[in-house]
């Protein structure tokens, strides 16, 4: 871009990444990351938390099932702000 000089102002080119931390929107997402560990963000807390972190055991129209350490949770997908996978570092 330099040599041709197409942008005869000056301009800084950034490239970027989405990052490894998929945030999950359809069926098709949850889907392909059953298993897999991720975080869910909450309208409202639940048990005083409005953020849950386990792992994605299944799914239906109506509720998302983790577990979180042993146990397992249901959640109502109507109170869930937003799922996202989660990379343990």
């Known amino acids: 871009m330099d040599e041709a000089d197409y942008i005869d102002k000056q ?3 950034e490239v970027s ?3 490894i931390e998929r945030i999950l929107k359809k069926d098709k ?6 298993g897999s560990e991720i975080e869910i963000k909450l309208f409202r807390p639940i048990d005083k938390k409005k953020s849950l972190e386990g792992t994605l055991e299944k799914f239906d129209e109506e509720k998302i099932y983790i577990k979180i350490d042993e146990d397992e949770k249901e959640i109502n997908r109507k109170d869930i702000a937003q799922i996202k996978t989660k990379y343990n570092w």
């Open 29 to 34: 997402h949850l889907k392909q990351n059953l």
């Open 11 to 13: 301009y800084f080119l």
């Open 17 to 19: 990444s989405p990052g």
